[in-house]
């Protein structure tokens, strides 16, 4: 074959190859970003019934947490309208949504029964009483502790316990001959990882993030107060390199009978409990500490789906949120694979159904959503809404920079004073710039 | 004369040779191993080497949930028609910058390089924008042009050594026997090159296979390759590292195979002019 020729066809082939479309048969095919958690995997496990029952095919794009979150942010600020349904969060959603870049969810059907969302989910994920995403699962996070540890160390979690106890309790149970860490918590540098840990934490502790005008607070001694105790607590209690651990090493810790408690997500419920631990039948759950300031260390967070609005299969989209995230689902997957594995944390309704409160995390993972108000998360008053982020822009470029300097703190970089210092200055510089000060 | 080497030194040579190679080599043997893995063996601590119940679960789980082939049909379309494409244009180029240079030649190779200092975030929206006016996004075509783009540079500057080793006057003697450009091209230099043409293709097209940046971004569905194909299986909430390892497993595995049956080629292109 000539040199020619073969420029031919590789020119023929590239435009074939870019003409080429997988035509499918079906009426309509939605696609979906969505993240890789066992829930959304799970989804899209029977994603096949819902194709039966409707027609619509679906077309699936699955992508790690924070990869997810670029893409899908280019595409709906550019309105590239590469996808039908974006999975989002908490914090995207309301930003979204006042942008006008989400299709309202006020019209969905009254068989789906939007009323039945649980309020703390249905608030963090509407603007201005308008709902702009339907929660597939809602997490909130809790301590996770192991029974056994706790009574040979003659203590008894208490359902609500206070941080100075937890610091206790963790150091009585800390046994580095045996390779057993008293607390394992999350250090790792990421406003989603470690940083996400810390506000909640610092919300327990009288702190926040800004003032009512929108000054940086980390200047404050509720700050110092929270990074200090929880530093002197993870060097006397914590794995080595706790700042470099995030929820999956903190995950294989814990299920590999190193951890004495954890402090995480209520989803890591199922996990801790499942057939990869090696402490299962030794767990037990408390609500997230608090400092006796009224308010408690846990977060909220909810995995939602969304529309977004340059979009040109609405309705069909509508169709896939109703079926996802309606009860229908949540009793399929119960048949299926167990009452253990159904999306937690959406629906009241999930909450009442008794084979579901034989479930032994489901009331703590309910008490923990319960006692999370992302409109009212701070001891003083705040401007943001948001438990462990404030849903302004900004905050996860800001966030990320301050984690890493926590982060840096934690392994011994710099001072915890370093850090705070370093931690005001990127905040009130970044927030100088956007306009706010 | 050749210098002689002493069993002892070639022994220590060889050893640390062996060495370096195993740790470079070990993250991939790592990765492997754990794709054989269970969830909890994959993340036992102290980890397990080889004293595990091996188990093909994490291939079966990936190939039941992930379309494998489409991915990889799309790497390969991707890879190597981004680098055919780099490679039609980067001959004539190099070609002219060997042979008939100018004043700026120097100048002109050193700016093609620094277009590869710019970070791509910061072209990110730009060429997003563009992709959406063309109609180009989660498309091939779209991504075989930005990633022949990207690679250009490269290849115009490794075709560029290549073609300065060639003495030019074989180059004129085929002019004065009456061969036109397109043949001098083609007949004359292009057959003296190979071995540099061809590494330089082999390269390019591992970079293009690997390439994460744009292939992620552009990519939904239709052209998605297999850099978006592993990244599905990566997860900052739940254990996936048996699996993940599996889907990196069958992802480099193409290109493995292929750099294993190309090594002489690239070792003998890369080193092309190196000793004198």
């Known amino acids: 074959m000539s040199l020619k020729s073969t420029l031919c066809a590789a020119t023929a082939l590239s435009l074939i190859t870019a003409s080429s479309a997988f035509a499918d048969g079906h009426s309509a095919t939605i696609t979906i970003a969505t993240v890789n958690n066992g829930d959304m995997i799970r989804m899209q496990g029977y994603t096949d019934q819902f194709t039966e029952e409707t027609g619509i ?66 608030g963090g994920l509407s603007h201005d009483g308008t709902l702009y995403a339907a929660p597939f699962y809602g997490e909130s996070s809790m301590i996770m502790y192991r029974t056994d540890l706790m009574e040979a160390a003659g203590l008894e979690m208490p ?53 009512e005008e929108w000054n940086a607070q980390f200047d404050t001694r509720e700050w110092s107060d929270t990074l200090n105790f929880y530093k002197n607590m993870m060097d006397d209690a914590g794995p080595a390199g706790f700042a470099t651990n995030g929820f999956n090493e903190n995950l294989s810790l814990f299920n590999q009978g190193k951890c004495g408690m954890w402090i995480d997500a209520t989803v890591a419920a199922s996990f801790v409990t499942g057939d990869d631990s090696t ?132 392994a011994g970089q710099q001072s915890i004073e370093e850090a705070l210092e370093k931690a005001q200055a990127i905040t009130n510089e970044a927030m100088e710039a956007a306009g706010y000060r | 004369m050749a210098r002689s080497v002493t069993p002892r030194r070639k022994l220590l040579n060889t050893t640390v040779a062996w060495a370096i190679g195993l740790l470079i080599f070990f993250p991939i043997l790592w990765t492997i191993l754990t794709s054989f893995k269970s969830e909890a063996q994959a993340i036992a601590a102290p980890p397990i080497f080889l004293g595990f119940d091996w188990t093909l679960e994490n291939y079966r789980v990936v190939l039941e949930r992930s379309d494998y082939a489409r991915f990889l049909w799309n790497s390969i379309i991707i890879a190597g028609l981004s680098t055919v494409l780099g490679c039609i244009i980067a001959v004539p180029a190099a070609w002219s910058m060997a042979f008939v240079p100018s004043r700026r030649t120097k100048d002109i190779l050193l700016w093609m390089l620094s277009t590869k200092m710019l ?158």
């Open chain 1, 159 to 211: 359902d609500a316990p206070s941080w100075n106890f937890i610091a206790k309790a963790a150091r009585e149970m800390t046994d580095r001959e045996n390779d057993i860490n008293g607390i394992c918590l999350r250090g790792k540098a990421g406003w989603g990882e470690g940083g996400a840990f810390i506000t909640a934490m610092s919300n327990s502790f009288g702190a926040r993030w800004f003032d």
């Open chain 1, 279 to 410: 402490v299962a039948d030794s767990v037990g759950f408390a609500l997230a500490p608090d400092n006796g300031m009224g308010k408690r260390s846990n977060w909220l967070w909810a995995w939602a789906l969304a529309i977004p609005a340059g979009t040109q299969q609405e309705a069909e989209a509508k169709q896939f949120i109703e079926w996802a995230t309606g009860t229908g689902y949540i009793e399929l997957v119960a048949e299926n694979e167990g009452w253990a594995n159904v999306p937690p944390g959406a629906r009241t309704s999930l909450y009442e159904n008794p084979d579901y409160q034989a479930v032994p995390f489901a009331q703590m993972t309910l008490d923990s959503i319960l006692s999370a108000n992302p409109n009212d998360s701070t001891v003083d008053p705040s401007p943001y809404v948001g438990v462990q982020f404030a849903a302004i822009p900004e905050f996860a470029g800001i966030a990320t920079e301050v984690s890493q300097e926590f982060s840096a703190a934690y």
């Open chain 2, 119 to 276: 970070p791509a975030v910061g072209v990110l929206y730009p060429i997003y924008l563009i992709f959406i006016e063309l109609g180009l996004l989660d498309s091939r075509a779209g991504l075989v042009v930005v990633l022949m783009l990207i690679n250009l540079p490269i290849i115009v500057w490794m075709l560029y050594t290549y073609f300065k080793e060639i003495p030019g006057e074989i180059l004129e003697a085929a002019r004065m026997d009456g061969a036109t450009l397109r043949q001098e091209l083609l007949y004359v230099l292009t057959p003296m090159a190979i071995p540099g043409i061809a590494s330089t293709l082999l390269l390019n097209f591992i970079l293009a296979w690997n390439e994460a940046f744009w292939t992620l971004n552009l990519t939904a569905v239709n052209a998605a390759p297999l850099t978006a194909f592993i990244a599905s299986y990566s997860s900052p909430e739940g254990l996936f590292f048996a699996k993940l390892s599996a889907a990196s497993t069958m992802a480099i595995a193409p290109i493995l195979i292929l750099g294993w049956f190309s090594q002489k080629q690239l070792v003998r292109g890369l080193t092309f002019g190196a000793v004198k």
């Open chain 1, 57 to 122: 095919a679906v077309e699936w794009v699955t992508l790690e947490e924070n990869v997810l979150r670029q893409r899908v942010t280019t595409d709906i600020t550019t309105n590239g309208g590469q996808f039908d349904i974006m999975t989002i969060g908490m914090y995207e959603t309301p930003i979204w949504g006042a942008n006008d870049w989400l299709v309202p969810l006020n019209d969905l059907s009254d068989e789906y029964n939007a009323d039945d969302i649980l309020p703390a989910m249905a």
